[in-house]
């Protein structure tokens, strides 16, 4: 369908667009931020949803009195993706672009009311609804944002060598692109790089295959036009013997690469290989011998590794983020392979190396914004049982000036400005800001999990849920088996919240294939299922963690205790339920559960008022807009009559969420 030339206001997905106006505003009024050409390219896309349309046809329809490269129209695209998420404009391998979401036209009396916004005015910004609101204790604030603190971000890649046998010579064409884009798959192409194989001749040094082996996932989550699957599910497949077919179709990828790197005094040599899961060919290959006392050819070998990957997929490369890939990070060796040695080994092991390496290179700019990531993990840990050695002020300040320094040196790298977004948590509450610094790392870091993780925790804690929910998907797609990183544990629980709790279950019932005796797994799922109807699952899934449980002797159980006795209740089992609170709960001390916790335990034996006691103290702790147990309150996704009662809306009310 092709909308009429003239309608002036269009709505799709969660947006409306008012081309009279020249303003681009959420369904619930909040205006968007568009700049001039973008808006025009978008009127465009809503006048022909559905269509693919070339990128010729576009250059003239948007500049049709002048010349312009197609890298004006590139841009446009890329920062209409930035503003309006996953799934609205896909590429079209060789051919240009669709709009993808349903387009409505809508009448005047449809119409949302205006807003002193102009989404022409390249340099306005969306006013901010809510005015800033003192923090809460950083205990919650920060178990989102510290809890990738594990994840090491790491920022360069490799460059050619002419030896190549398979490259292709002067003037030939590309190599085909995987069977699965020529198929007509128009989203961004997912490509599975597999743990590299070491072949040093000292086993001592497998760490330097590791270690190169994040570089090249971290070079490929620059890349808009690709999605790499994320280091946390590709390592599943260390060593594996299962055939490169059957490991693309567990992780819905397009192609897979298998590399090897051999590390000998300083010689480096680095062989990688794109294959065709569907054909079982080689898209591409190439062997790159270094050294490392030549690190601007080691960063460029990295470089060409990830760039031959994208256009091997036939994926679009934005000027921006190739350049992004360029340049060196350190000049000193001895630094750079203290940051690798960071990939593996405990948070103070990693921390020991960073330290290490920006000791040699006080310029360093990854490794600042490695470190910041872990010492905010150490902040929140301080706040937490057996983390009294530690100082939460202490280390926050420590992170966010890492973060600082590292955006002084690199202003692009993404997940520094997810750390430094922690400033703004505290004293005050600064939402715009806290939301441009986590809009600002997702346009950096488009398909890097741990900034993902921590984005979607932003978007989840500031009520932005359908956005949560959106990236919280391209994580799962990502990241297949992310809640196996005790990092990301909570992955399952951030869906949940954000209005998809069938992803959820999906989500543990897979990560319970890989850790079959994990009790906590098998009692989530039992909640999920309860919570759908699905009683016999429930039961079973009960059974399951009751006997786990029973036969580790863990005596920590009261952190499940809560789940498993509100599960019971809505089972239909209030004997069941008591029984669970005497021996999981009721031996816990008040501070080792945070208050939603004892509000759903308290509501499964059936005690409201008690429940609303514990409810009602979140009252003394001021909002923070980051995810926090409190938002089961707020958002209730267990649908749950109880909270639902008038005085616990007025509650709601209260805390200043509803």
């Known amino acids: 369908m092709v909308n009429a030339p003239g309608a002036d206001r269009f709505e799709f997905g969660e947006f409306v667009l008012d081309r009279r106006r020249r303003q681009l505003r959420r369904v619930d009024g909040d205006p968007v931020a568009v700049h001039a050409k973008a808006f025009d390219t978008l009127v465009y896309f809503l006048e022909h949803p559905g269509q693919v349309v070339d990128r010729s046809t576009l250059l003239e329809a948007l500049w049709p009195d002048t010349i312009v490269e197609e890298n004006n129209l590139s841009q446009a695209v890329a920062a209409l993706r930035r503003v309006l998420g996953e799934g609205y404009i896909l590429t079209v391998p060789r051919r240009g672009y669709q709009f993808a979401a349903d387009v409505r036209e809508l009448a005047q009396s449809e119409a949302p009311p205006p807003t002193d916004h102009v989404s022409g005015d390249a340099d306005a910004q969306p006013a901010s609804a809510d005015p800033p609101r003192p923090t809460r204790s950083m205990r919650y604030a920060l178990a989102a944002l510290s809890g990738v603190a594990i994840g090491v971000f790491a920022f360069a890649v490799y460059g050619p060598d002419v030896t190549d046998a398979t490259r292709q010579g002067a003037g030939a064409g590309p190599a085909a692109p995987?069977?699965?884009?020529?198929?007509?798959?128009?989203?961004?192409?997912?490509?599975?790089?597999?743990?590299?194989?070491?072949?040093?001749?000292?086993?001592?040094d497998a760490w330097f295959a590791s270690g190169i082996h994040e570089e090249i996932l971290n070079q490929l989550t620059k890349l808009s036009g690709v999605r790499v699957i994320a280091r946390t599910s590709v390592r599943q497949y260390a060593g594996s013997r299962l055939a490169i077919s059957q490991i693309a179709r567990e992780l819905d990828a397009a192609a897979v690469m298998e590399c090897s790197v051999r590390f000998a005094g300083t010689k480096i040599r680095v062989t990688a290989q794109l294959v065709d899961p569907a054909t079982d060919a080689h898209i591409w290959s190439h062997a790159y011998p270094g050294d490392l006392g030549d690190l601007g050819g080691v960063f460029a070998m990295q470089a060409d590794i990830a760039t031959s990957i994208a256009r091997a997929l036939d994926a679009e490369l934005e000027d921006a983020e190739t350049r992004r890939l360029q340049g060196t990070p350190t000049e000193s060796p001895e630094a750079y392979v203290a940051f690798l040695k960071s990939s593996e080994g405990s948070s103070a092991e990693r921390l020991a190396h960073l330290d290490r390496a920006i000791e040699i290179d006080p310029d360093f700019g990854p490794a600042y914004a490695a470190r910041g990531l872990i010492r905010l993990g150490r902040a929140w840990e301080a706040e937490t049982p057996g983390g009294?050695?530690?100082?939460?002020?202490?280390?926050?300040?420590?992170?966010?000036?890492?973060?600082?320094?590292?955006?002084?040196?690199?202003?692009?790298?993404?997940?520094?400005?997810?750390?430094?977004?922690?400033?703004?948590?505290?004293?005050?509450?600064?939402?715009?800001?806290?939301?441009?610094?986590?809009?600002?790392?997702?346009?950096?870091?488009?398909?890097?999990?741990?900034?993902?993780?921590?984005?979607?925790?932003?978007?989840l804690g500031t009520l932005r849920v359908a956005e949560a929910r959106a990236l919280l998907r391209r994580i799962v797609q990502l990241d297949p088996y992310a809640g196996l990183n005790p990092a990301m544990r909570e992955i399952g629980e951030f869906l949940f919240l954000a209005g998809d709790p069938a992803g959820s279950v999906d989500l543990e019932r897979r990560y319970i294939e890989r850790e079959p005796t994990a009790a906590s797994r098998h009692h989530v799922v039992a909640f999920h299922e309860a919570l759908r109807g699905r009683t016999a699952e429930a039961r079973q899934a009960l059974q399951v963690a009751e006997r786990l449980l029973d036969a580790s002797g863990d005596t920590g159980v009261y952190r499940l205790g809560y789940m498993v006795t509100y599960t019971y209740y809505r089972l239909g089992q209030p004997a069941d339920a008591r029984r669970a609170f005497d021996r999981f709960v009721a031996p816990a001390r008040d501070d080792e559960l945070v208050p939603m916790m004892w509000v759903l335990a308290y509501l499964g034996i059936g005690e409201v008022d008690r429940a609303y006691e514990w409810a009602a103290t979140m009252e003394a702790r001021p909002r923070v807009p980051w995810p926090t147990p409190e938002l089961w309150l707020v958002l209730n996704p267990m649908d749950d009559p109880d909270l639902d009662s008038p005085r616990f809306l007025e509650l709601r009310r209260k805390l200043g969420y509803r």
């Open 388 to 459: 009294q050695a530690l100082d939460f002020a202490t280390e926050l300040q420590l992170a966010i000036a890492d973060a600082d320094r590292a955006l002084s040196i690199d202003a692009d790298l993404g997940l520094a400005h997810v750390v430094a977004a922690a400033r703004h948590l505290t004293p005050v509450v600064d939402r715009p800001r806290l939301q441009a610094a986590l809009d600002r790392a997702l346009a950096l870091s488009p398909n890097h999990v741990p900034v993902l993780h921590l984005i979607a925790g932003g978007y």
């Open 178 to 204: 995987p069977a699965a884009v020529r198929a007509g798959d128009i989203s961004p192409p997912k490509v599975a790089v597999l743990p590299c194989e070491n072949l040093s001749p000292d086993p001592r």
